[in-house]
């Protein structure tokens, strides 16, 4: 069976912020904007520690994290089986200490990033200042896309610094305008010009062509953007209210353009029974290497253990080795868990996180391996 979404069309993401900084609302509204308008836009919530979408073609995995309560470790096993994660910070409050934590994790997890500047709408929020204390404390290049149209009571919509547009929301969705407000000309400008002075430092091409007075073309930019995210040279940084819905759409759309698909990282790194280093890349043909990161007991199917493939494939109603324990564990359902409805799979592959119904023994940080080829998955995190 062929694979519905090729592998470099995947996006895991964990989320990550402060306390209250509106990660799960965040969450909802992008969930939200995914679904189909005939789906209406108040589904039943699963509550799910993962939940998969789908955005222009590609598949999404969103991780929420809970910010204070959120233990070390806790977060740095989710940060193990993401790609990429998104760092919301409260447009009002700035950064504050859990966001320090927040980004020394994904700091550790060596992970690409992006930042949400949340809470637009508040009247003490501003986005400058929030892109100033990014650079300070964090010491990297926080390169805006785009910013905001007024703030505060009169946040109205966004200038998209690589398409270079105004996005205003209405109630049937986004609408588009090529003037640059006057209040913004300046800004914008110079915003852009650096956006572009950094994404040339990708290629050397492009820096030669700028130095001759020769912009990348949009497609470009954001292949250059791209390149320089997966390299974690700068971090793009999107505002935004996700309470009032805006920006919901731009973060969508940053996170396929910017963050990385498994095929874009590393192999997956861990040991042999007998302790021999072994390698698992991101690929169906290559033998089950999945962890496991969290359980949760799900009203309708009973408990559920949530593991990330990494390479391989596991089936429902098929065994695997829970290498980290020696056991053999039956797989009797495996689930895909979308924002309002289960979808049992015949089977899961390389990249996708799922729900695993029928482990006995599995709990979160065991991995489930292909008896024949077992490893033990090692992940360069903190805790
Ligand atoms: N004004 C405004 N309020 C927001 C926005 N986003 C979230 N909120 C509010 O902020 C509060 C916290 O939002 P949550 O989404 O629960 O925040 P969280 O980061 O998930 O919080 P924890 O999981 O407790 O760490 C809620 O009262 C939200 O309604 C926003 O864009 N603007
Ligand atoms: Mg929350």
């Known amino acids: 069976m062929a694979r519905d979404i090729p592998l470099n069309r995947y996006r895991t993401i964990g989320v990550l912020a402060a306390e209250d900084a509106g990660k799960t609302t965040l969450v909802e509204r992008l969930l939200q904007a995914t679904r189909p308008a005939a789906e209406g836009t108040h589904g039943a919530s699963l509550a799910s520690p993962a939940t998969v979408c789908a955005w222009r073609g590609h598949q999404l995995t969103f991780i929420d994290t809970h910010g204070a309560w959120a233990s070390t470790e806790e977060v740095s096993r989710i940060l193990s089986v993401v790609d990429g994660v998104v760092i919301v910070i409260d447009a009002e409050a700035g950064i504050e200490d859990e966001t320090v934590r927040a980004w020394a994790l994904a700091d550790a997890a060596q992970l690409p990033r992006l930042v949400f500047v949340n809470k637009l709408d508040r009247a003490g929020a501003d986005f400058a200042g929030v892109l100033d204390q990014v650079a300070a404390r964090f010491g990297v290049r926080p390169l805006a896309v785009a910013l905001p149209v007024g703030q505060g009571a009169g946040f109205a919509g966004l200038y998209d610094l690589v398409h270079e547009r105004v996005v205003h929301w209405t109630a049937a969705g986004e609408t588009h305008d090529p003037e640059v407000p006057s209040e913004l000309m300046r800004d914008a400008a110079q915003r852009r010009k650096a956006l572009i002075q950094a994404a040339v430092t990708q290629a050397d091409d492009a820096a030669q062509a700028l130095e001759k007075g020769v912009r990348p073309d949009e497609a470009r930019l954001v292949e250059l953007v791209r390149a320089g995210v997966i390299a974690r040279a700068f971090v793009p940084v999107v ?30 790194r861990g040991r042999a029974p007998e302790g021999a280093l072994v390698e698992r890349r991101a690929d169906d043909a290559e033998p089950l290497a999945a962890l496991a990161f969290t359980t949760m ?83 360069p995190i903190a805790a």
Request: glycine residues 8%; charged residues 20%.
């Open 239 to 268: 505002p935004g209210s996700a309470f009032r819905n805006q920006g919901v759409d731009s973060l969508l759309d940053a996170m396929v353009d910017y963050l990385p698909a498994p095929t874009d990282l590393p192999a997956l």
């Open 297 to 379: 007991v799900d009203p309708v199917m009973g408990p559920l253990t949530f593991v990330r493939l990494f390479s391989g494939s596991v089936a429902s109603g098929t065994q695997a080795l829970n290498s980290s324990r020696g056991t053999t564990e039956e797989i009797r359902r495996v689930l895909r868990m979308h924002a309002d409805r289960r979808e049992a799979l015949t089977e899961a592959r390389a990249g996708d996180v799922v729900a695993l119904q029928g482990l006995e023994a599995t709990t979160t940080g065991d991995t489930l391996a292909d008896p024949a080829q077992p490893i033990v998955i090692e992940r």
